[in-house]
């Protein structure tokens, strides 16, 4: 395992997601792990992520040198590079000599351990106030910019290296590159990990955790649930029943969708359980987001029991249902603040949202997984396109689509909307532009139109097409204007009760993806 030092901002992640591609499992620790703890996980390398702080500010995040003592290969970036330049003795200064952006890297020595292959004159990402303008003893610089004296540094004696820009982002064009020296060349680590080793990994880990104990697996009909399920199916066969709970806030034909498409393609024991009027009861009156996603998360636990309970009822013989499968990812682990110590942005429902006395013990097979890295397992496991390529969907559902209280007739018309949107977009063949589109009710808000030769005072429709790679960062995407057109003719003409569609033109951060 590589370790990812997350010092803060987003980097981290990117930065554990970049070592995986270069096939090297990889985990992300907290900036504020005490090293005996960091080298107890016997890393067979470490990185130091970048981060907004400078090392000159009080309470800015600092290294005990005895991490650079034990033999183990690090790599620092940024904020991490100034680190270890200023833990070992290097010279940090606080020049006021900014860059930011797309920079000209000068390599001093092509053949480096880091810069082997590659040109002497290469762009780079940077991102910094302070600059490094002295190596520690035994370093040699093998980089340097205009505005930065030492921009690379490397000891392949002791195994440490660093750069002082940010090799994870696409702008460094050669970064990957460097980043695959460090590991294969600087660390001696062997390119093996593959999806083809998660699966027999879980498979393995699954089996022996289970027995011939029984698990129940919630299917949302989204990809991760999907997924995992599908992963636990392999490993415990007839052992596991997967549950659909219809709560009535999916969008249309997608109960149709899990019940033919999911079962045809892996055979799944499949319990439909309609709760639909349940969970519109428990979200009477409520409108603060926060509340809504811990309900819902509180009902489809207790459905799940429930169902628990039938499906002993149903075979009384056999052993009991002790585990509950769940499709949660690791950047919802890492958001939900189990991860890095993060702020608790919103309370997941498949993390964060459960309730305390849950009765389950949780399998959670792609706990370790980013989305893309979800979908190639599917893949692997022959799950067809339609689910494999679907759009991430949340598990309350349009529940946290209709900004205001959930009512059946809210749904009714926000699944009309919905549908019309996914139509037109999949008609334009933007499907594989977009992360996902979120189509959202404004269920409070209403404003004057004129329909007809009448006046209309109903609600707005809110697009919120994005592009990203992972979820954790997002940007707007620019559908074409016919597209928009047709989509809010389309919604406005056909959906009883709304006379406005908008747009969303917000980046993540400062917005999330999903209205609440
Ligand atoms: P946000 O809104 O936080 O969403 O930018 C990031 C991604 O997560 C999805 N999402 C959820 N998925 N349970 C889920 O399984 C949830 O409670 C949940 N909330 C948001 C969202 O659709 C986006 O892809």
Redesign the pocket.
């Known amino acids: 395992t590589v370790l990812v030092v997350d010092f803060g901002a987003q980097y981290a992640q990117l930065i554990a997601r970049r070592v995986r591609e270069a096939r090297v499992y990889s985990e992300i620790v907290p900036g504020t792990t005490p090293v005996d703890e960091i080298l107890a996980k016997n890393p067979a390398a470490i990185i130091l992520s970048g981060g907004p702080s400078s090392v000159y500010e009080p309470g800015a995040p600092t290294m005990d040198p005895a991490l650079f003592e034990a033999g183990v290969p690090v790599f620092g970036m940024c904020y991490g590079f100034q680190l270890m330049a200023q833990t070992l003795g290097g010279q940090v200064d606080n020049t006021g000599a900014r860059e930011y952006g797309r920079t000209q890297l000068h390599v001093s020595r092509s053949g480096s351990t880091l810069y082997e292959g590659t040109p002497d004159e290469q762009p780079v990402w940077m991102s910094h106030g302070d600059a490094c303008s002295a190596a520690p003893e035994g370093f040699e610089v093998t980089a340097s910019t205009d505005v930065v004296p030492v921009a690379a540094f490397e000891n392949d004696e002791k195994k440490l290296y660093g750069v002082q820009y940010h090799p994870e982002v696409m702008h460094s064009t050669f970064g990957q590159q460097i980043l695959e020296h460090f590991l294969y060349r600087g660390a001696g680590i062997r390119p093996t990990w593959t999806t083809g080793n998660v699966i027999d990994e879980q498979v393995a880990s699954i089996r022996e955790m289970v027995g011939n104990k029984r698990a129940i697996c919630g299917l949302s009909g989204?990809v991760?649930s999907a997924v995992a399920a599908a992963l636990v199916q392999k490993a415990i066969g007839k052992q596991l029943t997967c549950v659909y709970v219809d709560h009535g806030l999916m969008r249309k034909g997608e109960t149709e969708q899990v019940e033919k498409d999911f079962v045809a393609a892996t055979g799944v024991e499949l319990k439909v359980v309609d709760a639909e009027e349940r969970f519109l009861n428990a979200l009477k009156g409520v409108s603060d987001p926060e509340e809504k996603?811990k309900i819902i998360g509180r009902e489809f636990i207790r459905v799940f029991e429930q169902a628990q309970a039938e499906i002993v009822a149903e075979a009384p013989g056999d052993q009991p249902v002790e585990f509950l499968v769940q499709g949660t990812l690791y950047p919802?682990v890492v958001?939900s603040g189990g991860g890095t110590g993060t702020a608790n942005?919103?309370s997941?429902?498949?993390v964060g949202?459960l309730p305390e006395d849950l009765e389950f013990k949780l399998i959670e097979p792609l706990r370790q997984l980013f989305k893309d890295e979800v979908r190639m397992v599917g893949q692997e496991l022959g799950l067809p396109e339609e689910i494999v390529q679907r759009q991430?969907?949340?598990?309350?559902g349009l529940g946290?689509r209709i900004v205001g209280e959930v009512t059946k007739e809210r749904l009714d018309l926000l699944r009309e909307a919905d549908a019309i949107a996914r139509e037109e977009l999949t008609a334009a063949g933007q499907d594989s532009q977009i992360w996902?589109c979120?189509v959202v009710l404004l269920a409070d808000v209403r404003s004057v139109g004129v329909q007809g030769d009448g006046r209309t005072y109903g609600h707005p429709i809110v697009l919120r097409p994005v592009s990203s790679e992972d979820?954790m960062t997002?940007d707007w995407s620019r559908l074409p204007y016919e597209v928009l057109e047709k989509i809010s003719t389309r919604i406005t003409n056909e959906v009883r009760d709304v006379n406005r569609v908008v747009l969303d033109v917000t980046s993540?951060p400062p917005g999330?993806?999903?209205w609440e």
Request: hydrophobic share 25%.
């Open positions: 989204g991760d996603r919802d958001e942005i919103k997941h429902h498949n949202g991430p969907f949340p598990g309350p946290i996902q979120p979820a997002a993540k999330t993806i999903e």
